[in-house]
């Protein structure tokens, strides 16, 4: 016979977000942050780089 599950401990936090969720809904999904320190390239790459890469 299987043992039964042992309730979980209560914890306010997520007392608090089920209720904030039910009230309000679920947060928009996160967005992904661009790097910011790698800067576009300023001019396209010449005829003779995109030859030499292959």
């Known amino acids: ?3 039964r599950k042992k309730p979980r401990r209560f914890e306010a936090v997520t007392a608090v977000k ?3 969720r039910e009230r ?5 999904a996160g ?3 661009p790097n910011k320190k790698k800067l576009p390239e ?3 790459p010449t005829l003779g780089k995109i030859l030499g890469e292959e």
């Open 1 to 3: 016979m299987p043992r």
């Open 18 to 20: 089920e209720l904030a």
């Open 24 to 28: 309000v809904g679920t947060p928009p």
């Open 31 to 33: 967005k992904v942050v």
């Open 42 to 44: 300023k001019h396209k």
